[in-house]
């Protein structure tokens, strides 16, 4: 019978934050070579933090696998909650009180989707380039299930931009700006010559994004399903950047915004329709959590995108 491993805790150590940001590191390579360059440390150091950290939690933390290393289930448990220990040490630095954009080295990081229209994304990196021109925008996609709002808490993003109204209440939101709903269709399309009514629109298949939760359909589903219409979807994609040329030949419609429906029909035999009912516009929403609210770089970073939503809309 194999006998449990015995952990015998090195005198005086403490879970200290170099400590802290070495089981960060290990957990999220999985590695101690790759952790050891992530930190810019040599490997030999790691090793010595990786034996004192399985002496403080009691745990292997990382086993082989064949010829690979695999986190344990305690190590798995440990990611969310370091990263989150990890973001909220960060808002004590002196960064945080002397923050200058022209001298900063931030690494912003936002989640959002492809649904906003480009000139935001132009707008928006200008900005910061311009007045922080060593920082870096660290650009995501929002992913499914609602998980950017998991990683603003953990500290994994700093911001997310999202086109769900009502972000949960231990988040701080403002909205950017709205768009009218309308319908996007090949130049070719039976509608795009006799016009779209509501009936023809119920009738038709749809291309559509990929559902935020399974059964609970997207932000248009709910907006729709609010003025009693359902309809039949018949593709959904998370690649939006596929929207174009799926509807330049097929017979399916797409529901969006009236700046993005722009931008795609300049460049692709499309026609955008008018929404062929009264709808709720699309409000885009910027988010972030509460213990980042008061942090001097992303306060100024939050500014710059609301600055660059409200250029577009100016235009």
């Not at 950017?148 to 999202?162: M, S």
């Not at 039976?190 to 629109?201: D, N, S, V």
């Not at 799926?246 to 529901?255: G, H, K, M, Y």
Request: proline fraction near 6%; hydrophobic fraction near 40%.
């Amino acid at each position: 019978m194999k006998e449990e491993a015995s952990f015998e805790i090195e005198p005086g150590r403490r879970l200290d934050e170099s400590l802290l940001r070495s089981l960060y590191a290990l957990l999220v390579e999985a590695s101690v070579s790759r952790g050891a360059a992530r930190l810019g440390i040599q490997q030999p150091a790691l090793s010595r933090h990786l034996k004192a950290l399985r002496q403080l939690t009691g745990d292997e933390l990382l086993v082989r696998v064949g010829n690979r290393m695999v986190l344990t289930q305690r190590g798995e448990s440990l990611v969310a909650p370091t990263r989150r220990i990890l973001a909220d040490l960060s808002l004590f630095t002196r960064e945080d009180f002397e923050f200058s954009p022209d001298t900063a080295r931030n690494n912003f990081r936002i989640a959002a989707g492809d649904f906003l229209p480009r000139r935001f994304y132009e707008e928006m990196i200008r900005r910061v380039r311009t007045a922080a021109p060593d920082s870096v925008i660290d650009l995501r996609s929002l992913g499914h299930r609602f998980d950017h709002y998991k990683q603003l808490g953990e500290g994994e993003i700093d911001v997310a931009i999202t086109i769900w109204p009502d972000p949960p209440a231990h988040l701080r939101s403002v909205r950017l700006f709205a768009d009218e709903f309308v319908c996007v269709v090949s130049k070719d399309h039976p509608l795009a010559k006799t016009g779209l009514t509501l009936e023809a629109y119920c009738r038709a298949p749809h291309l559509s994004s990929l559902e935020q939760l399974p059964g609970q359909g997207t932000v248009l589903d709910a907006l729709i399903a609010g003025i009693g219409v359902s309809v039949h979807t018949a593709m959904r994609t998370q690649y939006l950047g596929l929207v174009p040329p799926i509807l330049a030949n097929s017979d399916l419609i797409f529901s969006t915004g009236r700046r993005f429906a722009q931008q795609i029909a300049a460049d692709h035999p499309l026609v955008v329709l008018p929404f062929p009912a009264p709808i709720k516009p699309i409000q885009y929403v910027l988010t972030w959590h509460e213990r980042t609210h008061k942090n001097r770089a992303l306060r100024w970073f939050r500014g710059e995108i609301t600055a660059a939503a409200k250029a577009i809309t100016d235009r």
